[in-house]
């Protein structure tokens, strides 16, 4: 089965590419127009790609396997907050940030693995 | 459809905080959001009492660190992340799939949520206090000249935190919509509410980023300096903050159009009418709200007034199609009024006063006039909490047994909806009268001979109502889970899948799905039923 859900983002993006030309009547200021512009762009590229995927790959009907639960992705996400607020407050806080992001990036690559190795016994890999 | 197999958790208590289940990730979102509605509710609280009391409360200072976090808890960490929660709840129930598309996204979204929501409210703990350059954090007033304090660094980053999680939600939902729906499931078999949840995740990823670069160039302009400056500077962020804050108001309102048009359609036992056209103007809509956000600085002559106004204007067709089929999929409907219903019908009422004062704000002649007052106020908190917030209470009711498997009481219901109308009304409807009368927004007092203090009682008194409705809500909720009333999978005969799975659903959501016709399933199989005798 293929799936013809690109449509959405084409359709979308050139109308707002319609709506962002419409201002070249009205002489904009240059961020004015660039940033629909941008949104534009991006919407029509991802559904381009998005297109290519649904021509190359059928939807997949075999099985999933999720974990139930991940304490690494919420190491990973507490230890990158850390390390943004750190930009105001200090190295010592981006430090402490980065550690803990590498401690949740570790565990998010061992769940992975896991997940390939049962896949792999399951046979189907 | 696939399956899933799954990995044992280790403690219960543990697993909520890093469950990778859709389910739990948007119901942990929305409990979280209900607390910062509450924290963000006794601010406004306490804005209004100051107000009554014509500034006796609180300093000048306090005042603006109050406000400016009412209104960057309400929109930054109530409305929008509970707006998607629900998606991230319901999309993928309502497209028979079995999970969401990346559920570990979904889940570092939350997390960046519950950090952002925490870095801003921390702010209150520091030397200097919580932020206070409102909550769109005006620049220049928001550099470090101005707001030296850490409050405004904790209320810049967490406000981009939270962005970014709202932003991975989105894409969640988006790629599930696109790519993940059942056999059978075509696009113009979607829901109304995953519609509106496809549009607003299409302005969500592609109209926030600019908010992220937006704070991004504030926090460099703070600690570096030279980024942001001179009056082009300010008029550059302001422009790329409201290329983000337009969209924010559709996405904090289509989610809850969604919400209603189901509810109309489940209460007036009837298919939802007009829906290829209601698709159309969706997708026109979103598009038309990424292209009105100028007509924020229709005083300030830096941006095309003609163009924005012409856009902002054309927003009415959308609009009118949207209310057309709401009146469409009720006429001769057999309408059941639960309170579901009801705070569905305030919506659609309540949110047309927001609407159409809003038309009065798109003609830069009257803006002129009015911007930076009072009336803005009321034309926003309309859309928002008198359209809004009424949506949203409306699929709280409505979807409620599904969340838990339990009713919540009709009878206490009806009187949270009738004390949310009196309140909502008097709390906001004055503020109309006094924006036309030169009140302006943000000021802890007024001259005394303004004659302003009478309407702003009334205000307050509507604020205090509004408070008893969400208590006599919290009461609803915890009597209907103390004292359970078993829902069954369907109690309300809908339409759409999600009501074809149990109460609450089990976590790969399906054990079997019905054949998928229309947008209306589940109604497709009692027709069927019917005919067969």
């Known amino acids: ?125 | 459809m696939s399956t899933i197999a799954t990995f044992p958790a280790r403690t219960a208590s543990l697993r909520t905080l890093a469950c990778t289940d859709h389910k739990r990730i948007a119901s942990s979102a929305c409990v979280i959001a209900f607390v910062f509605f509450i924290a963000g509710g006794i601010l406004a609280l306490v804005m209004r009492s100051q107000l009554a009391a014509d500034g006796g409360v609180i300093s000048q200072e306090t005042y603006n660190e109050v406000f400016t976090m009412h209104g960057s808890t309400m929109v930054y960490l109530v409305i929008v992340p509970v707006a998607l929660a629900v998606g991230l709840y319901f999309v993928p129930l309502q497209l028979g799939a079995a999970e969401v598309a990346g559920p570990r996204v979904a889940l570092a979204g939350l997390w960046m949520y519950i950090c952002g929501g925490l870095c801003m409210w921390s702010g209150f703990a520091t030397a200097g206090g919580a932020a206070s350059a409102s909550w769109w954090g005006f620049d220049p007033l928001s550099e470090s000249v101005h707001s030296p304090g850490s409050g405004m660094d904790l209320w810049i980053f967490g406000v981009m935190l939270a962005t970014l999680g709202q932003i991975l939600w989105a894409l969640c939902i988006l790629i599930t919509a696109l790519r993940g729906r059942a056999p059978g499931m075509t696009l113009m078999r979607m829901p109304v509410f995953t519609w509106t949840m496809v549009v607003t995740c299409l302005m969500t990823v592609f109209g926030f980023p600019a908010l992220i670069l937006a704070l991004g160039l504030l926090a460099a302009q703070r600690h570096l300096g030279g980024v942001l400056v001179g009056g082009a500077g300010a008029v550059d962020y302001q422009a790329l903050f409201w290329f983000y804050g337009h969209p924010v108001v559709y996405v904090m309102f289509f989610p809850f159009v969604g919400m209603v048009g189901e509810i109309f359609a489940t209460f007036s036992s009837r298919r939802f009418f007009g829906y290829s056209a209601f698709v159309v103007a969706l997708l026109a809509f979103a598009g038309l709200s990424m292209t009105v956000w100028g007509h924020h600085m229709f005083s300030m002559g830096t941006v095309s007034n003609k163009y924005f106004s012409l856009t902002s204007t054309a927003l009415i067709v959308p609009a009118g199609i949207e209310y057309f089929d709401f009146m469409g999929t009720l006429w001769r409907g057999r309408l059941r009024f639960t309170t579901a219903f009801l705070f569905a019908l305030g919506f659609l009422v309540q949110f047309l006063i927001g609407g159409l004062t809003g038309i009065i704000l798109a003609s830069p002649p009257l803006d002129y006039g009015l911007n930076m007052s009072y009336f803005v106020v009321a034309h926003f908190h309309y859309t928002i909490f008198a359209g809004s917030a009424f949506g949203l209470f409306g699929g709280i009711y409505y979807w409620f047994p599904k969340f838990t498997g339990a009713m919540l009481s009709e009878r206490l219901g009806k009187l949270n909806f009738v004390l949310m109308v009196i309140g909502a009304n008097m709390t906001f409807f004055p503020m109309f009268v006094l924006g036309a009368e030169g009140m302006p927004r943000r000021i802890a007092r007024y001259p005394a001979s303004s004659g302003w203090q009478a309407l702003n009682v009334l205000e307050t008194v509507g604020a205090f109502v509004i408070a008893a409705s969400v208590l006599v809500f919290m009461l609803n909720v915890l009597v209907s889970l103390r004292h359970r009333r078993p829902a069954g999978d369907n109690p309300w005969d809908a339409h759409t899948l999600e009501w074809a799975t149990s109460s609450p659903p089990p976590r790969h959501n399906f054990d079997a799905l019905p054949p998928i016709r229309s947008y209306a399933p589940l109604l497709d199989l009692r027709e069927a039923l019917e005919e067969a005798g």
Do not use: N
Not at chain 1, 50 to 74: F, G, H, K, N, Q
Not at chain 1, 81 to 104: C, E
């Open chain 1, 1 to 125: 089965m293929r799936r013809r859900s690109a449509i959405v983002l084409l359709a979308w993006g050139l109308w707002l590419g319609v709506l962002t030309a419409l201002q070249a009547v009205f002489a904009p200021k240059l961020i004015q127009f660039t940033m629909p512009a941008l949104a534009s762009a991006v919407c029509l590229i991802s559904g381009l790609v998005l297109w290519i995927a649904e021509l190359c790959t059928p939807v997949s009907e075999r099985a999933r396997l999720i974990s139930d639960s991940s304490y690494a992705t919420a190491t990973l996400v507490v230890g990158l907050a850390l390390a943004l607020v750190g930009v105001g407050f200090g190295l010592w806080l981006i430090l402490i940030g980065a550690g803990v992001s590498a401690l949740g990036l570790g565990g998010v690559v061992r769940e992975q693995r896991a997940r390939g190795r049962t896949l792999h016994r399951s046979g189907q890999r």
